[in-house]
């Protein structure tokens, strides 16, 4: 069973605070007032069937989408405000520098044609940087850490196994050490043993580096090998959230207990 990691969950003011979201496309609403914390170094899991808005609601918080209404902000030194009102060019260097996502989908997250080494080192040219060799050696560093075999950094990600390609989208997303990790069903549609290797892979950056991750996963395996807290969400709403063993342990809601109990 996991282990709790007690003062990891007793910060006292929160790295992200999104504050009442919804969002219609169309008649459709796909998210309804959803408000969540997450504490410096906390790892926060959202499950919920598909179609329940929790795609929409990672992409919002990697400003790709704008919410019609609610506020998020993150507490870090250099960002104040609201984050959905800041510009396209803001919204960009942010989201390049301070906030990683890894997709489920490789082709949203990386070129595919492009090496592998190639795809980091151009996340840390959007930050500024241009020194070939550091560009070379920091690329190099960010898929050693993600576990990536260093012997195929010069290949393309379309000529790569599933979990190697994920590999490749965790290291451009790490490579600026991120405030805030986002991963939208990064082990969705891998094989199972591979799916346990990247699950390793996460849970060993998280402990070594203490990064805030938001996890979406249909999965509830994956959400209780990595989370802390657990948002659970059904039809565009949060239906509860708490900590993670204790929602599994003794799930509240009707649907929550549909959710464990058919897991086990
Ligand atoms: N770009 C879009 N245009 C129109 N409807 C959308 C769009 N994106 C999402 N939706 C709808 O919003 C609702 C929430 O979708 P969302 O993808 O957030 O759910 P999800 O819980 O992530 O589902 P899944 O696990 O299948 O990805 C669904 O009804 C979906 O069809």
């Known amino acids: 069973m996991k282990t709790m990691d007690a003062p990891?969950?007793?910060?006292?003011?929160?790295?992200?605070?999104?504050?009442g979201l919804s969002l219609n496309y169309g008649s459709v609403q796909a998210m309804r007032n959803v408000s969540a914390t997450v504490f410096p170094g906390e790892v926060l899991g959202i499950v919920g069937e598909s179609g329940s808005g929790k795609s929409t609601f990672l992409r919002c918080l990697n400003l790709e989408e704008t919410p019609d209404t609610g506020s998020y902000t993150l507490d870090l030194p250099d960002v104040q405000g609201n984050l959905f009102d800041l510009d396209r060019y803001a919204r960009r260097m942010l989201c390049a520098t301070r906030i990683g996502i890894v997709y489920q989908n490789p082709h949203l997250g990386l070129l595919m044609q492009h090496s592998s080494s190639g795809n980091v080192a151009e996340r840390l040219l959007v930050?500024?940087?241009?020194?070939?060799?550091?560009?070379?050696?920091k690329a190099r560093g960010a898929l050693d850490a993600s576990e990536f075999p260093l012997e195929r950094m010069d290949a393309p990600p379309i000529d790569l196994s599933g979990g190697m390609q994920q590999r490749v989208q965790l290291a451009k997303a790490i490579a600026l050490e991120p405030a805030l990790l986002l991963l939208d069903e990064p082990t969705t549609?891998?094989?199972?043993?591979?799916?346990?290797?990247?699950?390793?892979?996460?849970?060993?950056?998280?402990?070594?580096?203490?990064?805030?991750?938001?996890?979406?996963?249909?999965?509830?395996?994956?959400?209780?090998?990595?989370a802390d807290r657990v948002m659970v969400m059904r039809r565009g709403e949060v239906v509860e959230a708490g900590l993670a063993d204790q929602v599994f342990q003794d799930p509240q809601h009707a649907y929550t207990q549909q959710l464990v109990h058919a897991k086990l």
Request: net charge positive.
């Open 8 to 19: 990891r969950l007793v910060k006292t003011r929160p790295l992200l605070t999104a504050q």
């Open 189 to 226: 549609g891998l094989d199972v043993s591979v799916q346990a290797l990247v699950l390793d892979t996460l849970k060993r950056l998280q402990q070594d580096r203490q990064i805030t991750m938001v996890i979406v996963s249909h999965d509830l395996g994956v959400i209780r090998t990595l």
């Open 127 to 137: 930050a500024g940087e241009r020194r070939f060799n550091v560009l070379r050696d």
